[in-house]
């Protein structure tokens, strides 16, 4: 066999390997996992960040209640993130964490936990605005949830 030929063949079979689709893994069965009280365990806290915690309360069954930590401006007015969570209301009291990187704690400047509940795409509760005035880890007690304007 000629080196032409050797260099033709190694040249389609390499064309050949690239146009196929590449092997799907295989499927797996995703077991649907029990609802429970306790936040996401987000496993132990790293040494570069803060953790804040508590309780909600009020929340109804089917809510999706939004939490988060903002800067916020003399007016009152978010202008920026620092951390956000999401969770699905059960009728009980909810716990949660929120974890925040206390270098973006800005100096001078006001943090507050804030948090509403909406169903259907509709806002039906929010949280009355809480002042965070440290950047450590806290737990803020438990929170209730009040009636949207």
Do not use: W
């Not at 948090?115 to 007690?141: C, E, F, K, M, Y």
């Amino acid at each position: 066999m000629s080196l032409r030929t050797c260099v033709l063949l190694c040249f389609v079979g390499l064309l050949a390997a690239c146009s196929s689709e590449p092997a799907k893994p295989p499927q797996t069965q995703v077991l649907a996992q029990p609802e429970t009280d306790a936040p996401a365990d987000l496993g132990p806290l790293p040494a570069y960040q803060r953790e804040l915690s508590g309780v909600l309360t009020g929340a109804p069954k089917g809510a999706e209640v939004e939490l988060a930590i903002l800067i916020v401006d003399e007016r009152g007015r978010p202008q920026g993130l620092m951390a956000s969570s999401k969770i699905i209301g059960n009728n009980q009291p909810l716990p949660f964490k929120l974890r925040f990187n206390p270098e973006a704690f800005p100096a001078g400047a006001r943090v507050e936990l804030r948090g509403r509940a909406s169903q259907s795409g509709q806002l039906i509760l929010h949280l009355p605005s809480r002042i965070i005035s440290q950047p450590s880890t806290q737990n803020v007690g438990t929170l209730a949830f009040v009636s949207a304007p």
